[in-house]
């Protein structure tokens, strides 16, 4: 076990891991991110786009288009940063492999790894799920326009954390902890986003970044 895993009871850097196809990324994403900064000071977070995701149909877009788009949407802010690592091996992304890469490059920093209230109910699907706060906390984003109500897995009890009142708690150790973020992030959805490009709507211009729309045109993404 990484010395860093077990120290608890000090403040630590905190770093964001925030996964997705981004297919294409939008400004959903990007609310998103700077409400987990601002909300946990995280140092930074690493923006990890899936090559093969294992609970989804491979993107018909390829990984490095997706790669290429996150790097220009988030190139004016420094605490997001593009991270390659599922590009960069063969097979399913599969997150634990993800989070044991990044336990090794970062021993001494705690990590929180972002995910939507579906995808935190659908967990025990997931590969090697119980081993996932054995090397990170878990942020799960509940959207407060949303009616259904988000459970925790009986396997997570008394791990919760209130981040609400103690933001603090995520950075005293490196792993290990559970949170829910309310928050109601801009009404944009990726399906929607590439069925607005397809049949060429100006309006879904409002929901990416500027360069991000500019890389789709030159690159003739999402056409039919």
Not at 83 to 103: A, M, V
């Amino acid at each position: 076990m990484i010395a860093a895993m077990r120290r608890k009871n000090h403040k630590m850097e905190l770093i964001g891991i925030f996964g997705g196809t981004f297919n294409p990324i939008h400004n959903g994403h990007l609310v998103l991110a700077q409400t987990v900064l601002d909300t946990l000071h995280c140092t930074q977070i690493r923006v990890i786009p899936a090559a093969v995701p294992p609970h989804k149909e491979t993107p018909a877009v390829t990984a490095q288009h997706r790669a290429a788009m996150v790097k220009l949407a988030i190139q004016s802010q420094p605490k997001l940063v593009l991270d390659t690592c599922e590009l960069d091996r063969q097979g399913p992304s599969y997150t634990i492999e993800t989070l044991h890469l990044l336990r090794t490059r970062f021993p001494d920093q705690a990590l929180c790894l972002m995910m939507g209230q579906d995808s935190y109910q659908k967990l025990p699907t997931w590969h090697r799920w119980l081993e996932l706060l054995d090397y990170c906390h878990l942020l799960v984003v509940h959207r407060a326009d949303k009616e259904q109500s988000l459970t925790l897995h009986a396997e997570h009890k008394g791990k919760l954390v209130d981040i609400a009142t103690a933001p603090q708690a995520f950075s005293a150790q490196a792993n290990g902890l559970i949170s829910f973020l309310t928050q109601a992030p801009p009404d944009i959805s990726s399906t929607r986003t590439r069925e607005q490009l397809r049949q060429a709507d100006n309006a879904v211009r409002d929901q990416i970044p500027p360069a991000v729309w500019q890389y789709i045109q030159e690159n003739r993404l999402y056409k039919t």
